[in-house]
């Protein structure tokens, strides 16, 4: 389907905006799942009428790659393989966050699986924030940091892009395979509210409605679950953020937030 702007007869007829929707497969945990949710109420709000994903989640350690391929008898893997087995697959999403030993193990296993029925796949892996928020300071500290920023920033770098990605790229030559700084959404709207720039009565831990982290382990509280989905929404859609209408539900304009963290990821590891 397209969306053909109107316009003067004196003025050149514009190109058609596309408005198809992909279809995505995409396979995570609890620091994945909501983003992949909110991407369905976004997509379709800007129009991609025909938007379509099937999530497969696990919690923990259970929804990384590695661990959904080993396990042969579980239903999730059988579920991927289901999907990836009808084809068409426009979009492979899967979450990067604690790697194994060798990094790119279970994600070129699944990408070898994706590529047998859907060749011309694009693959996307979604980076995690460091969990435990409330130990950010020591974490930064042990690994001889300032602060959360420099630790997520290096491992984005180091850990993702250099260990992972580039590997990945360099075995699957004709594949696109790229990254979203998903992590960024909690740790800009944490550091937000430390320093008091938040339109909202946000807390740092409590109730999802009205807090950054939910739990403990942080758990995303629903202002980083809407940041977080515009941030997917611009890398997956290359939707401008600057002038999409979705409503948040929030005063802080998270909009803006997603858009700074879009425009300043690598421009080597984007779509």
């Known amino acids: 389907m397209f969306v053909f702007l109107s316009c003067n007869v004196n003025e050149e007829t514009p190109e058609p905006i596309e408005t198809r929707g992909?279809?995505?497969?995409?396979?995570?945990?609890?620091?994945?799942?909501?983003?992949?949710?909110?991407?369905?109420?976004?997509a379709v709000d800007a129009g991609f009428e025909n938007h379509n994903a099937t999530v497969v989640f696990r919690g923990g350690d259970n929804g990384r790659p590695l661990n959904f391929w080993n396990d042969t008898s579980s239903e999730a893997h059988n579920q991927i393989k289901m999907t990836l087995d009808q084809g068409n697959i426009d979009f492979f999403g899967m979450t990067a966050g604690k790697l194994p030993d060798n990094p790119t193990d279970?994600?070129?296993?699944?990408?070898?699986?994706?590529?047998?029925?859907?060749?011309?796949?694009t693959v996307f892996l979604s980076i995690p924030p460091p969990d435990y928020p409330s130990n950010w300071p020591q974490l930064a500290e042990e690994r001889g940091f300032s602060n959360i920023q420099e630790v997520y920033t290096d491992f984005v770098?180091?850990?993702?892009?250099?260990?992972?990605?580039?590997?990945?790229?360099?075995?699957?030559?004709?594949?696109?395979?790229?990254?979203?700084?998903?992590?960024?959404?909690c740790i800009n709207l944490a550091q937000m509210n430390l320093d008091n720039l938040l339109l909202d009565e946000i807390e740092m831990s409590g109730a999802v409605e009205t807090s950054i982290f939910v739990d403990p382990k942080g758990h995303q509280g629903e202002i980083v679950k809407q940041t977080g989905g515009l941030v997917w929404l611009n890398s997956l859609y290359d939707i401008d953020l600057s002038t999409n209408t979705y409503e948040t539900g929030?005063?802080?304009?998270?909009?803006?937030?997603?858009?700074?963290?879009?425009?300043?990821h690598d421009s080597n590891y984007k779509q």
């Open 106 to 121: 279970g994600f070129r296993e699944w990408i070898e699986y994706a590529l047998q029925n859907n060749p011309d796949i």
């Open 157 to 185: 770098k180091e850990n993702i892009h250099n260990s992972l990605v580039d590997e990945l790229r360099a075995e699957f030559t004709s594949t696109l395979i790229f990254t979203i700084p998903t992590g960024w959404a």
């Open 250 to 264: 929030f005063n802080t304009d998270l909009h803006e937030i997603a858009k700074q963290i879009t425009d300043s």
């Open 22 to 42: 992909y279809d995505m497969l995409l396979i995570g945990n609890s620091f994945f799942k909501p983003y992949a949710q909110k991407l369905n109420a976004m």
